[in-house]
Structure formats: structure tokens, C-alpha cells
């Protein structure tokens, strides 16, 4: 498990994005081979979306080739209603962006049955090839879409009455009135997630910390589902600070000094690449670099791309973003506390460009 | 996105990058159009699948419902209440010029005309939709002979009217035909008007108030036989009075049946009506103010001497638009408000299956293009 801790809501957005942005990207989707995407609702992931099409207008991403798959959606809410996840999914999301409509999938809550609904979703996703990333949130009751306490980690897409706590939390969107909330809803099933070859889990908020520590420091339990990941291969929980408020200062001392200079490299070729890396040795120790924000900086290859992550709040540094273009005036910045950029440049013209020779050698 | 002819013959046309008047207010929102009727994307993305053929950028301008007018005595040279052979040419002269004036829909105006004047003109005139061709005519407005001689204005005197025995079969006798005739101005003081605006009301003709000199209870009277519509606010009829308020009692009345709006034309020309009487009249009703131009056959003229029906006139000078309201109530005042005061419910807004029937506007409010059905029949010379 990975798990980012971010300042705050925004931040952590900004991070899930970039991360969600820079993978479709890596993975160069064709009309061929899409890239399949697994999609939530709800406020957590909001300012996600909205910082994904804010990729996508300026340029740095398309999602024509990309596939959706929506986790759940309300049983007998009508697809029009302003609540309902379609709505949701294209007010602030599919209605912005150059999606593929063919390519959006989100269960049926008005099927005429539900079972068959569930079993031909889980259907199409096999004929999908399986999700290449599933991104989700968590519950206060630390349930993963709507697998709510007890529901078996094994599930897969199926119908569930909602406990409780889900109606309670959801009542704020239909007038404080719990009885105008749906009481069932179809979910993709624990198992189901579990398939998707990475998983990215949001979570913000100091009302989902105690989930967020029941989900990483207590053991697998399927009263609170979102554990199961604790046995996939590869998931990331993004938070924020406030939603780890409950876990022990042991857990986030250790992920957030983990800001790891994670260099993948590739196909890396000598001949072609200019490799800088500046770590800031100058008025502050190694410790408190690593200590007031977690960062982690990937860096990808791709031919004639320079990619560089800078997956954690920077204080003053730059944020250099997908493009390689940004340098934020010269070395002293990107020497200021707490940054560590790595560089890798394909050709020295790009070198160049990004105002190299403008850099003054550090002080 | 490729073209998408597959999910349907017609073309869909996206809007974009415009902000919309919808739910009384400015959204940034695209207009989605097919067909001539506003599409809701939403169906169209999930139930179609489908996407837009062709996006028009509207570079960041107001986009309103067409307006309509419901009081328009002719312009051009136009005048619609003159008996000539060929009426319809004039009226497709004259809706074809308002196009630039950002008007989709209007209801020409005859004003009071000997009885063989209505018999030449009404049954030249029909109802039928706009298009490239020029604004829709919603129906007639006929506006007299059943007034105050009082409040005459510039009606010609001798062709008033008043109810005799029959009530509405003299109104027939008036104007041989109601077919084609969206709404009457009358004076409800007159003798037998009450059972008239009655039957009118039934046969589906908006009754609207004017050139009257009716106290508040025989307008309310009225307005519970079925009136809806107050003829330019303020001309015409008795002044305000704190002990009876008239017509103008109308827009505050407790009277008014409920779920009814009564609405009421202004011309906002700052000539007809002092801007601070018009604000007092939007403050006490907002919902009701429906702007009208009551242009007459000067209009887009050189200044001179014309004739308006039966009458001759003297033209001189420009008017001038007064605002005193919100962006969004003034926009609303010339489209929607209308519409409502016809029970058009596809036109004067830009919700999902109406009439895409719209103007773009700069934030001035100045008229770059028009559309009707969709297609685009005026364009600002850049």
C-alpha cells in the first residue's frame, strides 16, 4: 500500500488527478486497446474532476480512448433526477470533457431486472479486458462503493439494501429528507474492485478518519470493507491531513518520510538524456526536508517526453507539470525547503527551452 | 468527435462558450439544438449516444430566448391597419426587418379601424412560423374599436365602438373573424364587456385592458372573467389614484384568481412612461412587466409625416431604451413574459424541448445574431 498524505482537500485532489492523468497518459490508449477506468461519485472526489478537465482543456489529456465504469448508482431514482450518479457523472464530469458516450457505462437502477443488470455489467467489464485502474472513496462506516458493513470481500456486482449510516449521509442531498432517499442501490462488488489491476482510494476529511484507520491499521474485516485492499498488489490511498487524524503518528510519520525519490528509468539511453537532480543540502537537514510534507516525485520516460511528477505539495518550489516547461526562476527556487526535483531531459534542446541557461548554479 | 450522423438524420448543433438564460438566471451552459427544438444532452449522451455534429462558439456571449412582441403596429412603411390588396407582403416585410432586432415572434396590431378594414386585412393575415424568411406571427392583436372615447390616444375617434345589445356578436360584426386573432384590447367600463371577455377567453383569444378609463373594480371584474393583459401600462387609462388605483391597481390587486399572473406591456422608451413610474411598476410586479415596442409604421424611417391607420402623424427624433432592472428580468420581460401572456409554453425560454428560437447579446445587450428553429437568420455585419 501507498498511502499520500496531502495538506489538504485541494491538494490531495490535485495529486489524484495529476496521478490519474499521467497513468492514461503512460499508457497511450488506442481506439484498440482502451484504457479502462473505474469512476466514483460524491464529494470527495468533486475537485478531482474538476482538475481532470481542467487537464483536458488545456490540452494535456483526451479521454476519447478511454472507458468508463461507474461503481454504483441508486435502484429506482429516476435517470433524470438530479441525484442520480448519471446526473452526477455528467453535470461535473462526462459533459465537459471529449469522452466517447459509447464508452461510459454506469448501472441501470430502472432495469427491469436487476440481477441480469448486474451480472451483464459484470459482463461488459470482462469484455472491457478488466479495469485498468478502479478510483474510489470510502464511507464513514469504511464502505468501498456500496459494500456496506458485512458485505462479503468476495462480492461482485449485485443488489444492496443501504445501512443506516449511508442513508443518514446521503440525506443532505435530498432535503435533509430521509425518506426521499432511495434505500437500495447497485454496487460492483468488493471482488470486483479487488480485479482492477490498480487502485486509487480518496479519502478527505476528518469524518472519514476513523475509517481510514480501521481500513490500514486494523486487520482485514468485512465490516469495514475498504480493508480488503490491504491484500491487493497495488493500491494508493490519497488523503489529506485531517483524515489522519486517527491513525497512529508512527503510520504517518513513516509514509510521510517516505518521500521517496522513486525513479523509474525505463529504456533509459545515456546518449540522449541530460539526468539533474538537485536535492537542497543548504540551510536545512535532510529530516526536515522530508518532514513537513510528503512528497513523491516520479519520474517516467516516454520517447520525446519529459514527465515529471511532482506528487506532493512543494512550498515555494515549482510544480512542473506535464509538459516540462515550467521552471520556476532558476535553481534557488526549486531549492527552497522541502522540494526534490528530478529531471530527465531528452534532448538538450528541450533543455533549453526550459531556460537552463537561465539557472544559476546553486549558491 | 467524429460526426455522428448514425444516431440521427437531423444534425445536432452544440453551442458552446455562451452563457445561457435559464431559471431566470445567467448560466454558463452549452444549447444543445436539433430539429429546431433545444435538446437535453444528458438523454441524448445516455439514451443516444450521441454527441454533436456541429459546435458554433459564441465567444463568451448572452444567449437569450428570441424576444417577442406582442404590440407592433407596422414599420418600414409598413402599416398593418391600412386595407391594402397585399397585406401579407407587408407583414413578411416587417417581420423580416425585426429579425435585426433580435424579435423571433410578434403579434401585428391593428389599431381601431373601420369595420371594413378589419374584413379586408384579418383574413390575410396568418398565423405560421418563423424562419430564414423572417419572425413567427404568433396571431393578431387588435387593439379597439371596443375603447374609451376618453382614452382614445391616437385611435381615431369615430370608429369607436360600444357593445350594443349582442355583446360579442357585435365584436363578430366588428371584425368578421376571430380566427388568426391572438388577443383584443377593450375597456371593461363598456356596457356588456364582461360577458364578451368571457367568451373570448373561451375561444382561447388573450383579453387585455387598455385605453379605459375603468376604476379597480371593474378591472378586477374583468380580470376574473378571464383578462390577462394590461395594454401599455400608464397610457391610456386613469392615472393612479391612492383611493382607486384603476388599471394600474391591477399589478398589487388581492383579487386576482389564484395561480393567475395578470401581465402588463411597457414601452420602455422613456417617452411614453417616466423611467421612475416604470420602476414602480416592476417593483410592485416583476413577474408581470412585458416589454413591447407598439412601433408604428415610422419605424426604421426617416422623420416625416406618416399615417398610423386612420390617423396622421408627426415623426421626430430618436427614442431610447431605459434599464432599471437586472440583466436576466429584462431579458425575461422581452421573451418570456410574453410567451407566458400567449400560454406558449416552447417559446420565449430555453428549456429542454422548446423552440430554439434564440438572440446572442454582448454585454450590452447589443444584438449579435438571431436564431430561429435554430438556424441562424441574422448575423451582426462584423
Known amino acids: 500500500m501507498r498511502l499520500v498524505i496531502l495538506d489538504d482537500y485541494d491538494l490531495a485532489s490535485e495529486w489524484a488527478a495529476k496521478y490519474i492523468r499521467n497513468r492514461i497518459i503512460q499508457f497511450k490508449p488506442t481506439a484498440e486497446r482502451c484504457f479502462t477506468l473505474g469512476l466514483p461519485t460524491g464529494s470527495t472526489p468533486y475537485s478531482c474532476y474538476q482538475k481532470l478537465i481542467e487537464y483536458y482543456r488545456s490540452g494535456d489529456i483526451s479521454f476519447k480512448y478511454v472507458k468508463t465504469f461507474n461503481m454504483d448508482e441508486y435502484v429506482g431514482l429516476p435517470r433524470a433526477h438530479p441525484e442520480s450518479y448519471h446526473s452526477y457523472m455528467w453535470n461535473n464530469f462526462f459533459k465537459h470533457i471529449d469522452i466517447d458516450p459509447a464508452n461510459v457505462h454506469i448501472l441501470d437502477g430502472n432495469a427491469e431486472d436487476l440481477e441480469a443488470e448486474c451480472q451483464a455489467y459484470e459482463d461488459k467489464i470482462a469484455e472491457a479486458g478488466g479495469i485498468e485502474m478502479f478510483v474510489g472513496g470510502i464511507g464513514p462506516d469504511g464502505h468501498i462503493a456500496f459494500n456496506e458493513p458485512g458485505s462479503s470481500l468476495v462480492s461482485r456486482t449485485r443488489v444492496k439494501t443501504l445501512a443506516k449510516d449511508t442513508i443518514v449521509a446521503n440525506a443532505r442531498f435530498f432535503g435533509n429528507d430521509l425518506s426521499k432517499v432511495p434505500s437500495m442501490a447497485l454496487t460492483v462488488g468488493v471482488g470486483t474492485v479487488m480485479n482492477a489491476k490498480e487502485v486509487v482510494i480518496l479519502i478527505t476529511g476528518a469524518h472519514k478518519a476513523f475509517a481510514l484507520y480501521k481500513a490500514i491499521e486494523e486487520g482485514v474485516n468485512h465490516m469495514w470493507t475498504v480493508s480488503a485492499f490491504q491484500q491487493h498488489p497495488r493500491t494508493i490511498f490519497v488523503c489529506d491531513e485531517d483524515a489522519t487524524l486517527e491513525l497512529r503518528v508512527k503510520t504517518v510519520k513513516y509514509f510521510k518520510g517516505t518521500s521517496v525519490l522513486a525513479v523509474l528509468l525505463p529504456g533509459l539511453s545515456l546518449s540522449n538524456c541530460i539526468l539533474c537532480v538537485c536535492v537542497c543540502v543548504l540551510d536545512i537537514s535532510l529530516q526536515q526536508l522530508f518532514q513537513s510534507t510528503s512528497h513523491l516525485i516520479g519520474v517516467l520516460m516516454g520517447t520525446k517526453r519529459c514527465v515529471v511528477w511532482n506528487l506532493g505539495k512543494v512550498g515555494t518550489g515549482p510544480t512542473l507539470d506535464i509538459k516540462g516547461v515550467c521552471m520556476n526562476k532558476g535553481w534557488r527556487c526549486i531549492m527552497r525547503p522541502a522540494c526534490v526535483c528530478i529531471w530527465q531531459l531528452i534532448d538538450c534542446r528541450s533543455l533549453l527551452d526550459v531556460g537552463y541557461n537561465k539557472a544559476k548554479p546553486c549558491a | ?382
Open chain 2, 1 to 382: 468527435m467524429p460526426s455522428n450522423k448514425s444516431v440521427s438524420d437531423a444534425p445536432i448543433t452544440q453551442f458552446v462558450n455562451c452563457r445561457i438564460l435559464r431559471g431566470s438566471r445567467l448560466q454558463r451552459e452549452d444549447l444543445w439544438v436539433r430539429s429546431g427544438s433545444i435538446l437535453d444532452p444528458e438523454k441524448l449522451f445516455f439514451d443516444e449516444q450521441g454527441y454533436a455534429d456541429d459546435r458554433v462558439d459564441c465567444e463568451g456571449s448572452i444567449m437569450a430566448p428570441g424576444f417577442i412582441d406582442v404590440q407592433i403596429n407596422g414599420g418600414y412603411g409598413v402599416d398593418f391597419s391600412e386595407a391594402s390588396e397585399d397585406v401579407s407582403a407587408g407583414v413578411s416585410l416587417v417581420s423580416k426587418k425585426i429579425l435585426q432586432h433580435g424579435v423571433t415572434s410578434f403579434c401585428p396590431t391593428l389599431v381601431t379601424s373601420p369595420a371594413a378594414v378589419y374584413h379586408k386585412v384579418l383574413p390575410q393575415v396568418k398565423v405560421h412560423d418563423g424562419g430564414a424568411h423572417g419572425a413567427g406571427v404568433l396571431g393578431l392583436h387588435l387593439e379597439g374599436p371596443f375603447i374609451s372615447a376618453e382614452k382614445k390616444g391616437a385611435h381615431p375617434e369615430r370608429f369607436l365602438r360600444t357593445f350594443q345589445a349582442g355583446g360579442i356578436d357585435d365584436l363578430m360584426a366588428a371584425y368578421g373573424s376571430l380566427d388568426n386573432v391572438a388577443m383584443v384590447t377593450l375597456a371593461p367600463e363598456l356596457a356588456g364587456s364582461q360577458s364578451v371577455v368571457r367568451e373570448l377567453c373561451r375561444r382561447g383569444v388573450t383579453v387585455s385592458l387598455g385605453h379605459s378609463v375603468a376604476n379597480l373594480s371593474q378591472a378586477e371584474e374583468a380580470v376574473d372573467q378571464g383578462a390577462s393583459f394590461i395594454t401599455h401600462l400608464f397610457n391610456a387609462m386613469l392615472p393612479f389614484h391612492h383611493r382607486d388605483p384603476g388599471i394600474v391597481g391591477l399589478l398589487t390587486s388581492d383579487r386576482v384568481p389564484s395561480g393567475r399572473t395578470v401581465f402588463y406591456g411597457m414601452i420602455a422608451d422613456g417617452i411614453h412612461t417616466n423611467p421612475a413610474a416604470l420602476r414602480i411598476a416592476h417593483r410592485a410586479h416583476p413577474e408581470g412587466l412585458v416589454l413591447v415596442t407598439d412601433a408604428i409604421m415610422a419605424m426604421g424611417l426617416p422623420p416625416g409625416r406618416r399615417t398610423l391607420g386612420q390617423q396622421v402623424i408627426e415623426i421626430q427624433g430618436l427614442h431610447a431604451y431605459v434599464a432599471g432592472c437586472s440583466v436576466e428580468e429584462a431579458l425575461e420581460a422581452a421573451s418570456l413574459h410574453p410567451a407566458q401572456l400567449l400560454r406558449l409554453h416552447h417559446k420565449g425560454n430555453l428549456d429542454y424541448g422548446s423552440d430554439a428560437d434564440l438572440v446572442l447579446l454582448d454585454d450590452d445587450l447589443n444584438l449579435k445574431a438571431t436564431f430561429i428553429s435554430g438556424e441562424e437568420v441574422w448575423k451582426k455585419a462584423p
